[in-house]
Nanobody
Framework: QVQLVESGGGLVQAGGSLRLSCVAS????????MAWFRQAPGREREIVAA????????IYADSVKGRFTISRDNAKNTVALQMNSLKPEDTAVYYC?????????????????WGRGTQVTVSS
């Protein structure tokens, strides 16, 4: 079993920055693909970014490319999401997810473990 705990959410003005962190415990998650998803009210959950454990390679949603950066520290079993130039449309609950694979999928159903989420609110 894998437990994921997110932190770092909050309220920020448009144009500001936030850094989300996710700590993984349980199995050897340093060999898992880690991802951030988000879900805004009334909308489906969507991929924000994902990072594999080897190389590592990354994928991003088009809406966040150039503004968000995903990174991981395998020694500490953590994954971070640096969010810059935030926009009101980035407002959502952000979830950390993990899958026992070295492939960064964009689909939430391919991820095996989920955190409870952290709220990010961007005011205009």
């Amino acid at each position: 079993q894998v437990q994921l705990v997110e932190s770092g959410g909050g309220l920020v003005q448009a144009g500001g920055s936030l850094r989300l962190s996710c700590v993984a415990s349980g199995r050897a998650t340093n060999r898992y693909t880690m991802a951030w998803f988000r879900q805004a009210p009334g909308r489906e959950r969507e991929i924000v970014a994902a990072i594999t454990w080897s190389a590592p390679s990354t994928i991003y949603a088009d809406s966040v490319k150039g503004r968000f950066t995903i990174s991981r520290d395998n020694a500490k079993n953590t994954v971070a999401l640096q969010m810059n130039s935030l926009k009101p449309e980035d407002t959502a609950v952000y979830y950390c997810a993990a899958r026992d694979s070295d492939y960064a999928s964009r689909y939430d159903y391919r991820y095996d473990y989920w955190g409870r989420g952290t709220q990010v609110t961007v005011s205009s």
